[in-house]
């Protein structure tokens, strides 16, 4: 379309109808749209007349094989996040559709959630505040808890990216000794003091599991029962991946059983979190509502990379995060187009 009508942004964002509006009140040209509901059927309906998506970090929402044969103008998509399984990637490119994300700008505020996600478990910090709350003093209790020390710990972590060498390097500071696998060995100046371990080798030596991967198909379900009984007894898991990589049914089992001290888990298959969902009973495993990256820092960076690379989109401009080797620059297409 070379007509000079707006561009249409339609946003999957699970954020509500007029913040969204706001982050791109700015960019002229550009009008922004939303399904009539949270269904990927309503997806569906609304994805044909968009030059423009922006994803749903949730991953509630998807860009799937379907919705990109519906997409007869799609030009650019936008993921606020670094995860991009809510995306089809490989439909995407082939339809000549320029993807970008916003890698690396929530690293910060995720690894400090693991840390102080690890300080919260190991010393049973959620328990007490329940107990003082119920009117309760403990003290000589939390000894019997398991209540410990992170310094001198073995730490392993999944995943050695932006995430997880920040975590490696703040786990160290407290005086952990850190270990990492990840497919790619990383060079010694990346590493930052840690050491690479093939899998089995760093689950058997780790007093605390960071788990920081990517959702893909080699990656789900890579932290199941089995790795888990490799642990040491009394270990700790901290999963700010994606839902889908940690089986959180063996690893409760693991924590009831005795086996293992306890859990912070951010990320789930289904969220928000079901209310029957047997996580919520248990005393040792602290919950969040993948919030780990929320921080006022890291939003503010995430989203005016967001709204820039959407300016950029519309002015014919670079875009600065292409993740699928398309544009950089974004063709806006015709509705006419041959079929994707």
Known sequence: MTDGSPWVLLSLAPAPDDRVRGWFAGIPNLDVAFPA?????????????????VSDWSSALHVDDAAVGAARRLSFVMSPSVGLDSLDLDAL?????????????????????????????????????????????????????????????????????AVGSRVATLFRAIGCDVAYWTRRRRSEDEERGATWLPLAELASRSDVLVVNLSLAPETRGLVDSALLADLPRGAIVVDASRGGIVDHAALLGAIDAGTLRGAAIDVFEHEPLPDDSPLRRSDRILLSSHAASTTAQSLSRVFGLVTEDVRRAVAGEPILSVVNGRGPVVVRRAADLAAR
């Open 37 to 53: 509901a949270r269904t990927q059927e309503a997806v569906l309906a609304r994805i044909a007349d968009a030059d423009i998506v």
């Open 93 to 161: 490119t082939a339809a000549g559709v320029v993807v970008a994300n916003t890698a690396g700008l929530n690293a910060a505020s995720v690894a400090e959630w693991c840390l102080a996600a690890a300080l919260a478990v190991a010393r049973s910090l959620a328990w007490v505040d329940r107990q003082v709350r119920d009117g309760a003093w403990p003290q000589l209790e939390l000894p019997e808890r398991g209540s410990t020390e992170l310094a001198g710990l073995d730490v392993g972590v999944l995943g050695f990216g």
